[in-house]
């Protein structure tokens, strides 16, 4: 099926993690919040009085992610076994378009290597809430990008 274009509905995104084999596994049934997905570049002001607007030099990009859902056990036990743990992990944010993701449709993510991928830190469960949250940021030098593409 050729890959459609226009709105979607956040029950067509799929996030993949990798678990503590490093098998990149399908997560979406334990996330409700993915949060913002992409790059932030720091800026640094170097406007003159003679220039008309503000200028700027960008910087290194980062690429943090938040995530969250409801308490489950499967996804507690994924999440300790990799939470702090040094080693990249791989992650594919998968966007279907107006039907679950396939091959030409938009995809985040970074495949993990040697040097490079995520880092999952600070795994947190809230109790009153029956909720985990986790932040990731990117290890090594290599990007997260945009793609078509599910990651390996």
């Given at each position: ?18 678990n ?13 919040n ?28 980062s ?8 308490f ?76 078509t593409?599910?990651?390996?």
């Amino acid at each position: 099926m050729t890959a459609n274009t226009g709105r979607t509905q956040v029950k067509h995104v799929t996030v993949k993690l990798d678990n503590s084999a490093g098998t990149l596994t399908d997560i979406s049934a334990y996330v409700d919040n993915v949060g913002s997905v992409g790059l932030e570049y720091e800026t640094q002001d170097v406007t003159a009085y003679s220039d008309g607007v503000r200028n700027v030099v960008i910087g290194r990009p980062s690429a943090p992610l938040a995530i969250s859902g409801p308490f489950d056990t499967t996804m507690h036990a994924q999440a300790i076994s990799i939470n702090g743990v040094t080693t990249p992990l791989s992650l594919d944010i998968q966007i279907g378009i107006r039907h679950a993701w396939e091959a030409g449709e938009p995809q985040y993510g970074i495949s993990m290597s040697a040097t490079s991928g995520y880092f999952m830190h600070d795994y947190k469960v809230d109790i009153n809430a029956n909720r985990w949250s986790a932040k990731l940021d990117v290890f090594g030098p290599t990007t997260p990008a945009w793609g078509t593409t599910a990651e390996a």
